[in-house]
Structures are given as structure tokens and as C-alpha cells.
């Protein structure tokens, strides 16, 4: 495939991710949807830059804001949308909400509203195929945040010492809620991690699919030839507010202009061609699948315990 046709299918599969969340944006005030989102609007190029590099074998474990990621890895639309309805036909059978998606049949492997918690499920995934002899990767997807959490080292120091095969991809967005990282860490994510003897790889151009993609793709080629784990830190930006469907730049604790610098460079922001060509037909299955959320029966009270214990 030449590098035009990937150019326009990540650019698809990000605009996708885009129109999706925009839909939800609309819905929300509908009080339709059930539960807290977390957006990734100005983040999508990571998730699909990254899920690209991945083979469908591969799993990947997310975070609460996991709809890019369900959604690149190849997560069901409809069943994503109705679990948003908190409907039986969701991917949780409409238990789990925005915050817990989860795909399994395509690798993606679940999500958790407790930061970091999802990555020594990354890592000890690792650990089962190492020991199942699977040719198979685990990527654990994060948040700048999530690096100040114990279980962050614990999972990097377990991961490094076994030489697991698990990239760690930090999508450093400056933010967790409204504190930037200069007030919350002393230490730089990718250096830091590199004193445990992994190979660590920085993208800084977390809006561009096409690098995210190519540094993932020479991440999860380490990792499957053996090298050990992978850091890779990926600067990105959030356009929306933390939770929650509006913007918050008023809010004064973070810069509208250095977001206005991430739009003139991002993609869905500038092809507007592009983004013309494949609007409507995307439009169209974000219909079809909100469509299927709005017909999906409830969840009957027997549902209520299940999987519960
Ligand atoms: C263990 C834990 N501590 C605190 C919280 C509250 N909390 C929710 S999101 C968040 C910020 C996380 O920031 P980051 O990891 O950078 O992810 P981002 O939201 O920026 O994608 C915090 C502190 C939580 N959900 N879980
Ligand atoms: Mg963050």
C-alpha cells in the first residue's frame, strides 16, 4: 500500500473517531447518554497512528477516555453507542458506560475509570504469552498522570526485568484534570523511564497519525523480536474540557493559544477536502449505530448481578 492510501485511511479512521465524539457532543444534552465521557478530540491520531502498528492478534488495554481506542482497535460502533445508552445491547450489556468499554473479540481488552489500573493487566497479559509462547503484543495506553501512580513503576519494573513483550504509550496530553505536569512531576516522563534499561522513543507530533505510526511500528518491532518493553511518550493535546462535552479555556488553567498552534497542525482540522469526501458516509453509520442504541431494550433486572460476583 503506498504511503498516500495509509495517509488517507488513518485519516478516515481519525476523522471517524472525531465525528463519533462530535455525535456524542450533540446527544449529550439529550441526557440520552448514561454516563461521565471523557473525550479525545485532538487526541485520535495517537490511538489510530498506534493501533495501526499493532497486528489484530495484538491486545491493548485503555483508560476511561478509551473511545479512540476502542474505535481504532475495531470495536463495535453500534455496541458502543448503546452501552454509552446504558442499553443490553452495549459492549458491558450497558453496566459499563463511557468509562469501561471494552472489545475483546478485536483485542481491546477493557478500560477503567481508576488511573493506571489497566497497565499491569497490560503487562501481565505480556507475561501469559510469554509463558503461552503467543507471538503476541500487549500495549497499555495512559495518561501523563498516570505516571505519578505506584503501580506505574511497579508495572515498568516487573515489565523490564522479565524483558516482557508490552509497549508502554503515555499519551501526554500536559494535563491530569486542571494541573499541568510542570506542577505535579519532577521528573520527565521519557528519561525517567529509561533508567530502567528499556528502549524509550518520544513522538512530539502526537496530532500527525502517519509519525505516531512509525514510531509505534519500531516500538512493536522490538518488542516482538525480543528487545523488552517499549516507553513511548507521545506529546498530544486535548481540545474539550477533562469530563464532559464543552471546552474550558476560560477556565484559566490552560492556554486556548497553545491549542489554537495544535489545530493549525492537526490533520482534521486543516484537510477540509478530505474531511468533505468521507463526512456524510461516516455520518451516515454514526446514524445507524445511534439509531440502534435509541431501539436497544434496557437491561432486564436479572442483568443487574450478573458478572457482578
Ligand atoms: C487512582 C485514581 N486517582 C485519581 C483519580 C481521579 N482522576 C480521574 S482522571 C485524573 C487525571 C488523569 O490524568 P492523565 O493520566 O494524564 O489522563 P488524561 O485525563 O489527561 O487523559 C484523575 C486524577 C482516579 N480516577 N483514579
Ligand atoms: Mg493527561
Same mark, same amino acid.
Given at each position: 500500500?503506498?504511503?498516500?492510501?495509509?495517509?488517507?485511511?488513518?485519516?478516515?479512521?481519525a476523522?471517524?473517531?472525531?465525528?463519533?465524539?462530535?455525535?456524542?457532543?450533540?446527544?449529550?444534552?439529550?441526557?440520552?447518554?448514561?454516563?461521565?465521557?471523557?473525550?479525545?478530540?485532538?487526541?485520535?491520531?495517537?490511538?489510530?497512528?498506534?493501533?495501526?502498528?499493532?497486528?489484530?492478534?495484538?491486545?491493548?488495554?485503555?483508560?476511561?477516555?478509551?473511545?479512540?481506542?476502542?474505535?481504532?482497535?475495531?470495536?463495535?460502533?453500534?455496541?458502543?453507542?448503546?452501552?454509552?445508552?446504558?442499553?443490553?445491547t452495549?459492549?458491558?450489556?450497558?453496566?459499563?458506560?463511557?468509562?469501561?468499554?471494552?472489545?475483546?473479540?478485536?483485542?481491546?481488552?477493557?478500560?477503567?475509570?481508576?488511573?493506571?489500573?489497566?497497565?499491569?493487566? *497490560?503487562?501481565?497479559?505480556?507475561?501469559? &504469552?510469554? @509463558?503461552?509462547?503467543?507471538?503476541?503484543?500487549?500495549? #497499555? /495506553?495512559?495518561? %501523563? =498522570?498516570?505516571?505519578?501512580?505506584?503501580?506505574?513503576?511497579?508495572s515498568?519494573?516487573?515489565?523490564?526485568?522479565?524483558?516482557?513483550?508490552?509497549?508502554?504509550?503515555?499519551?501526554?496530553?500536559?494535563?491530569?484534570?486542571?494541573s499541568?505536569?510542570? *506542577?505535579?512531576?519532577?521528573?520527565?516522563? &521519557?528519561e @525517567?523511564?529509561?533508567?530502567?534499561?528499556?528502549?524509550? #522513543? /518520544?513522538?512530539? %507530533? =502526537?496530532?500527525?497519525?502517519?509519525?505516531?505510526?512509525?514510531?509505534?511500528?519500531?516500538?512493536?518491532?522490538?518488542?516482538?523480536?525480543?528487545?523488552?518493553?517499549?516507553?513511548?511518550?507521545?506529546?498530544?493535546?486535548?481540545?474539550?474540557e477533562?469530563?464532559?462535552?464543552?471546552?474550558?479555556?476560560? &477556565?484559566?488553567?490552560?492556554?486556548?493559544?497553545?491549542?489554537?498552534?495544535?489545530?493549525?497542525? %492537526?490533520?482534521?482540522?486543516?484537510?477540509?477536502?478530505?474531511?468533505?469526501?468521507?463526512?456524510?458516509?461516516?455520518?451516515a453509520e454514526?446514524?445507524?449505530?445511534?439509531?440502534?442504541?435509541?431501539?436497544?431494550?434496557?437491561?432486564?433486572?436479572?442483568?443487574?448481578?450478573?458478572?457482578?460476583?
Open positions: 500500500m503506498s504511503v498516500a492510501d495509509t495517509y488517507e485511511r488513518l485519516f478516515h479512521a476523522l471517524r473517531i472525531r465525528l463519533v465524539e462530535e455525535r456524542i457532543i450533540a446527544l449529550y444534552p439529550s441526557d440520552k447518554i448514561q454516563s461521565p465521557v471523557h473525550l479525545s478530540i485532538g487526541q485520535e491520531a495517537v490511538a489510530v497512528g498506534a493501533c495501526d502498528a499493532l497486528a489484530a492478534r495484538d491486545l491493548v488495554f485503555g483508560t476511561y477516555r478509551g473511545h479512540a481506542f476502542y474505535l481504532a482497535k475495531g470495536g463495535n460502533m453500534r455496541a458502543m453507542f448503546a452501552e454509552l445508552y446504558g442499553k443490553a452495549g459492549c458491558g450489556g450497558g453496566k459499563a458506560g463511557s468509562m469501561h468499554l471494552a472489545a475483546p473479540e478485536v483485542g481491546f481488552m477493557g478500560a477503567s475509570a481508576v488511573v493506571a489500573s489497566t497497565i499491569p493487566h *497490560a503487562v501481565g497479559s505480556a507475561l501469559a &504469552a510469554r @509463558h503461552r509462547k503467543l507471538d503476541q503484543v500487549a500495549l #497499555a /495506553v495512559f495518561g %501523563d =498522570g498516570a505516571t505519578e501512580q505506584g503501580v506505574y513503576h511497579e515498568l519494573n516487573f515489565a523490564a526485568l522479565h524483558r516482557l513483550p508490552v509497549v508502554l504509550l503515555c499519551e501526554n496530553n500536559g494535563l491530569a484534570v486542571h499541568p505536569r510542570e *506542577a505535579r512531576q519532577a521528573f520527565g516522563i &521519557a @525517567h523511564a529509561r533508567g530502567y534499561g528499556i528502549n524509550v #522513543a /518520544v513522538c512530539e %507530533d =502526537g496530532y500527525d497519525f502517519m509519525a505516531v505510526r512509525a514510531v509505534l511500528a519500531d516500538a512493536v518491532s522490538k518488542v516482538r523480536t525480543g528487545e523488552g518493553p517499549v516507553l513511548v511518550e507521545c506529546k498530544t493535546e486535548r481540545y474539550m477533562h469530563v464532559g462535552v464543552g471546552e474550558d479555556y476560560a &477556565a484559566g488553567y490552560r492556554s486556548a493559544e497553545v491549542a489554537a498552534e495544535w489545530k493549525r497542525r %492537526d490533520p482534521l482540522c486543516c484537510e477540509a477536502d478530505l474531511v468533505a469526501r468521507w463526512t456524510a458516509e461516516i455520518a454514526i446514524d445507524d449505530a445511534v439509531a440502534f442504541a435509541e431501539a436497544s431494550p434496557w437491561p432486564s433486572s436479572d442483568a443487574l448481578l450478573a458478572d457482578v460476583a
